[in-house]
Each structure stands twice: as C-alpha cells, then as structure tokens.
C-alpha cells in the first residue's frame, strides 16, 4: 500500500479543496428556504465524511493491497445513492440495503476505525428523507454491515464494539431528524404567516411564467374582482381590456428585458358582474433568474377610488364650479401648449359682462349665477369643438382659437358671433334681461408667451369697455400705453380722495322763461398733480368700477349740501342744489344714511336738495333700490331722471318710483335747429308726459338763444348747458348769484 507522506499530503490538500467547495455550496442566502439548505449542508457534510475515507485508504497501513480496490467503487456508490435522494427525496429499503453493503465493504477493506465516516452516510440518508421508524431500521442495518464487515476481514465481535457505535448511530439519527422536524415546523410557521399576511392583503398577488400564464392567484382576487376561478393557467394579459394591452404589451417587455427588472402599470381589468371596469395598479417585478421563484410577481392593487377622486381633484383645480368650464389655471396651461406647439396664430378672446355686479347685487347672488350660467350655455353654441371656452372668474370669459381660427379676421368674426349672443334677452330669476358685453382679442404666434397674450387681451378688453361704443378691440402696439395709462390713472384714483384732489364744479340751471337761474348741479373734476385736471370721462368709470365712487359719492354730497346752505344764507333763497347718485353707491352704500349726515351737517333743507340718477338705477328693480328712493322721498328730497329718453327704462318706472323731474338728454336738445325731423316730435313727448305726470322739466346741453327760445316755446321750464353758463368753481359761481335773480 502507498505509504509515502507527500501522496498523503496531497490527498488531505484536494480534501480540503474540496470542503472549501462545498462550503460555497452550501452558502446560506437569506431569500432561500431554510429546509433545502439544511438538506444541502448534511448532503455536503456526508460527502466530506465518504471523502475522509480516501486518505485514510491511502495512508492506512492494515489495508492488504488484495482488498483496497472495492474501497473506491463503494464510496463511489454511497456517493451516487446521497446525490440522488438529496435530488429526488424518495428513499427505500433497497436504498438501506445497498448502503449497508456498501458500508460492509468499506469496513471490510479499510477496517472499522479508519471507515468510521461512512458508518452514518446511510443512517444519516434515512434519517433525512425519511420517517423515524426507518431510520432506526437503518441503524440496524448499518451495526449488522458493520459487523458482518469486521469478520469477514478476519477479527472478533469485540472489535464491532456495537455498544458504543449502536447508540452513537441511533442517537444521531434521532438528532438530525429532530432538526428537520424543528426546520418543518418553522418553515411552516413561515408559510402560514405568509399566507396569512397575502390572504388579509387588499392586493391581488399573481406570479406567472415568461408569458404570464397565471400559476398562483391570492384569496383576495375573489374579492377584488370576482375571479374564484379565473385566471389560474390564463395568461395575466389577457384579464386587461383590449384598449390597454399595447400599453401593458411594453410594460411587459421592460420587465423582461432585465432580470430583476421592477415596473409599474395602471390599466383596466374587467370585474365580475359591474358595468364597468376596475383601475387597477400592477406592480411586476421579473424574478425569473431566482431559483425559489423562477416567473415573474405581480401585486395588483383596486385604485380604482383613489383614480376618480384624483380625477375630481383635477376638474375642480382646472374647472369653474358654476360652470363647469375650464378655469384660467386649464387655459394658462392650453394656452402655452398651444404657443409651444403651433406654427400658426393663436387668438385669444376675453369677453366682459357689461355691469354684471350690478345686476349680482340687484337680484341677487343667485340670479347672478344664473346669468353667468345661461352667458356659458349660449357662448359654447357659438364656438366649435376645437375652441377653448373658459370662465375667468367673476363676469368674464376667455376663448382660445388656434389653427385656421386664429387668423385676425376669423377672430373679429367670432368675438361678434359672441357678442350676438347678447342681442337677445337673457332669462334671469324668472324675467327676461337684455345684458351687453366687451369682447379684447389678442392674436399671438410661436414668439408671444402666455403672459404677454392675456396681457394684451385684457388690455384690448379695458379699450373696449372704456369707448362707450365699441363692442370689440383687437390689440394693436399703439394701443398698449393709453390702456397702461388708464390702469395707472386707476390706481392713482385710490389715493386722489384722501389727498384732496378731487374738487366740485356747478353748472346752474336756469328758468328759461326769465334766466334766472333757479339752482346749480354740482359737478366733480380731478385736478391731478401731475396731469392737470382730468376729465369726469376718464375717471368716473374707473372709481365706479373699483368701488370707489362710495366714499367719492358721500364726499360729494356733504361738499354739495354744505356749499349750497352757504349760498341759501347768502342769498336768502332756496337755492336748488342737484347731486348725481350712481346705481353703485345704491348697491354697495347707504344713500339714505349719507343724505341725512349731509343735511344734518350743513343744515340744508330736504327740499333744496335732488338727487340726479339714469335710468340704469330704475331698470335694477331691486328691492332695496326701491326702499331707498322711498325713504328719501319722505325725508322730502327730490328725485330727478337723468339722461331722460337714453336708457332702457319703461313708463312703467315713473309711475312705480317717486320722480320729481326729467332731465332731457342733450342728445335730443343738440339736434334742434339741426333740421333733425324727428328731434322734435320726441322732445314736445316728453314734454307733453311730464306735464301730465306734473313732472318738472329739465333741458340739457343747450347751446345756443334758438335752442333755448324753442325750449321755451314747447313749455320746457329749466335748461342748463354751455349756451346758458359753462360749469364753474364756487367763487365764480357765488359772483354769479350775485348778480342774478333767484327764482
């Protein structure tokens, strides 16, 4: 037999190369299951004890050289027997027999001491894949193999020594199996935790092969989607409906294109007995390359709630909640896809309900609503499919044209399509009312930004509102400073009350029979600091609009009333003094209350003092208009209708509300002398009305003898304008009632 040491070195070098191997196999990875592992170490272990066998063959001076050759054939064959029952777990009692034999053999050629390591390959085997009871027939199996071994080699039964091998293999056998037991057990636990944590998941699990055939499904499909017995051996794309497969279709293709690969979809799935599908959130992950999964895992989750109050969050944030229209935030956003994207013109329209507050506080904030509704339903019937109608909030809408529509011409064609609209009478809070309204157009292309389009827009539609006859303005650079101008003459408005810049002009009216003159109408002008006195045109509208024009009001008043009962002491007459009162100080004021501070402040008598208001304040029908001119009729104040024949009031008011006298407008009283045929007969109507109603009468703008002369000739009591006296400022006047007699 070999006995030189350096063969015996190099057999205990491969030993240990091949432990080193082993020990990498066996490696325990924390996604494995833990019982494979276990199987694996004692499958390694057992080799390593067969391969100590080699070694000790070699080196072992009792081996006679006649017996050494089955040596290498029955580890051989003990080896082959571990490998495939570690492969296909199924032992035998054949299998325990030819390991017996093959102990015996070994035993036999080497002798019992050096062939100590396969004595527990077959116990051990037995005691891994199979039952207790088999495992103690094992020993036995082993301890008679071991025995018949022994003598067949030629020594005696005391050499078995079977009361020391016999409870050293049966209480390692007893050992290893309580370890796989105590594996089981907690690989079970592992399992039922699992799949308890899957079954209480509201996730549906799903792992599928490559081509996503189904071949697990969690409990909680049968929730979710009603699929009891569905999908298993389905493949997963085909539970999506057809309108989202190619979405899914590359989904799936980034998830195999890279082991390990994760990915998310959100898709519809169909869902048992509903109308309409779920949206549902895939999360797959490809895990092919894991041995312990080898498919690819799904989790899909029912977002199906949380998509639709996403979606209900959107609408809200880019919709109008009266109209339902998209908001500016929606049209800021269309509005810079379209200047990003097109070649061609964009147009941009800002429409502007003409005295829409008005009418809100009049009616009502419901009425008001109803209004903005109806201008929304009739604006869309305008527009084409491709247009953007959009509510900005307050009285006003946008529009966005692009394409061919966007062409200068096709948006002036539009915006008065739009304005038609308005031709006809709205109904509002059961009534029919006719409304107007101001349309700005903007025409931009690729260079124009969002800012700068709305910008011009809103500037186009300031033109408009503030030119008395115009209905629509396009944008043109000229038009860009005196729209600044105006905005900065609106702002320095805020400040001109509190820095005295405001002051009052009076006009006097005067008896057209005598010319006397029987009263004045106080009249405000703005001398700004820097811009000189600025006309009652170019700011009136502006403190209207802003509000303003309520604290304006009430100063004017109390300047009126104090002034004219310093003229009444002077002169010892009642002194008339007229006051013009806007619909807006009805609505946002308190005329009555400011009118009583004013009388009780300059001590003015009631009577002396009337309140000049259009027609627009009677056509309001409101309420509260109604129980304001009522109260100031029994303070004694007097009530006159201005611009008397221009507005869109009814008869019916001037016998519904207290007036004491009509003011005709100098677009009638202009026209006489101007060969004007039907000038006339108007005003001789009006005149004739007023005498029947016992109204007193009023004629504006008379600029000349021949006017005044036929005035006089119709019966018109009282006259005022530049051909009778220009408006001037409280000295001048006080000169002037010097020299005048007082009716």
């Not at 599908?277 to 895992?297: C, F, K």
């Not at 009049?362 to 247009?387: C, S, Y």
């Not at 207290?658 to 060969?675: H, N, S, T």
Request: aromatic share 4%.
């Amino acid at each position: 037999m070999i006995a030189d040491r350096s063969l015996a070195d190099m057999a205990l070098g491969r030993h240990r190369q091949w432990l080193t191997a082993l020990r990498s196999w066996v490696k325990v990875g924390a996604d494995q299951p833990l019982l494979p592992v276990v199987r694996r170490a004692f499958l390694a272990f057992l080799l390593a004890c067969l391969a100590t066998v080699i070694p000790q063959w070699l080196i072992s001076p009792v081996v006679e050289p006649n017996r050494s050759w089955p040596v290498l054939p029955a580890v051989a064959v003990l080896a082959v027997l571990a490998v495939r029952l570690y492969r296909r777990e199924q032992p035998t009692i054949a299998h325990d027999l030819v390991a017996a034999v093959a102990v015996g053999v070994v035993i036999w050629a080497v002798g019992a001491l050096p062939a100590g390591g396969v004595l527990f390959v077959g116990t051990a085997l037995r005691a891994l894949y199979g039952g207790l009871p088999t495992a103690v027939l094992s020993v036995g199996f082993t301890l008679a193999a071991m025995t018949t071994g022994v003598l067949a080699a030629g020594g005696t039964l005391a050499e078995v020594q079977l009361g020391q091998y016999g409870p050293g293999l049966l209480l390692s056998s007893l050992a290893l199996r309580l370890v796989l037991v105590a594996v089981r057990r907690y690989e079970a636990g592992t399992a039922a935790r699992f799949e308890a944590v899957v079954r209480s998941s509201r996730d549906v699990i799903v792992l599928t092969g490559r081509d996503t055939t189904v071949s697990y499904l969690s409990p909680a499909a049968v929730d979710v989607f009603g699929l009891a017995d569905g999908l298993p051996g389905d493949r997963l794309l085909s539970w999506i409906v057809p309108a989202d497969r190619p979405a899914a279709d590359r989904w799936l293709t980034r998830l195999l294109d890279e082991a390990g690969a994760a990915a998310t979809l959100q898709c519809r799935v169909p869902v048992l007995d509903a109308d309409q599908p779920a949206t549902v959130e895939i999360s797959g992950q490809n895990l092919l390359h894991d041995p312990n999964v080898r498919g690819l895992l799904f989790a899909v989750r029912d977002v199906t709630e949380r998509v639709r109050l996403t979606e209900r969050l959107r609408h809200q944030a880019y919709h109008d909640p009266l109209t339902g229209l998209p908001n500016r935030a929606l049209l800021r956003e269309r509005l810079a896809a379209a200047l990003g994207t097109t070649t061609t013109d964009v147009a941009l329209l800002l429409l502007d309900i003409d005295a829409f507050k008005v009418v809100n506080d009049a009616l009502g904030h419901q009425a008001g609503d109803e209004l903005l509704v109806a201008v929304a339903g009739l604006l869309r019937h305008q527009l084409a499919a491709t247009d953007l109608l959009a509510a900005l909030g307050g009285d006003e809408f946008a529009v966005l044209l692009t394409a061919e529509r966007a062409a200068a011409r096709d948006a002036e064609r539009i915006a008065d399509d739009l304005l038609a609209v308005f031709d006809r009478p709205i109904e509002v809070a059961g009534h029919l009312r006719l409304v107007s309204a101001r349309v700005g157009i903007a025409i931009g292309d690729g260079d124009a930004d969002t800012d700068r389009l709305m910008r011009e827009a809103d500037i186009a539609l300031q033109i408009a509102k503030a030119a008395p006859r115009a209905r629509r303005v396009r944008y043109r650079t000229e038009l860009h400073q005196p729209a600044v101008d105006r905005i900065r003459l609106q702002v320095e408005a805020q400040d001109a009350l509190s820095r005295r810049e405001f002051v009052l002009h009076y006009q006097p009216i005067h008896t057209l029979s005598d010319g006397a003159v029987r009263g004045v109408e106080a009249l405000v002008r703005w001398r700004h600091p820097q811009r000189g006195m600025v006309r009652p045109d170019q700011f009136i509208p502006l403190v209207e609009g802003s509000g303003l024009i309520v604290p304006l009001g009430r100063w004017i008043l109390g300047e009126a009333c104090v002034t004219g009962a310093g003229w009444q002491r002077l002169s010892g007459r009642p002194l008339q003094i007229n006051v013009n009162v806007s619909v807006r100080q009805f609505m946002l004021g308190d005329v009555v209350a400011d009118v009583l501070a004013a009388l009780e402040r300059s001590g003015l008598p009631p009577a002396t003092l009337t309140l000049e208001m259009t027609e627009s304040v009677l056509a309001t029908e409101h309420d509260a208009i109604e129980s304001q001119l009522s109260a100031l009729r029994r303070l004694g104040v007097r009530i006159a209708l201005d611009d008397f024949g221009t507005g869109f009031s009814s008869l019916g008011h001037l016998h519904r509300y207290p007036i004491d006298e009509l003011k005709i407008d100098k677009m009638f009283v202009g026209r006489i002398g101007a060969e004007d045929p039907t000038c006339l007969p108007v005003v001789r109507a009006i005149l004739a009305m007023s005498r029947g109603l016992r109204l007193s009468t009023v004629a504006e703008g008379i600029e000349n003898d021949d006017q005044r002369a036929e005035l006089t000739a119709m019966g018109c009591e009282f006259g005022q304008g530049f051909g009778l006296s220009r408006p001037v400022e409280e000295p001048a006047l006080r000169a002037l009632l010097r020299r005048s007699a007082v009716s």
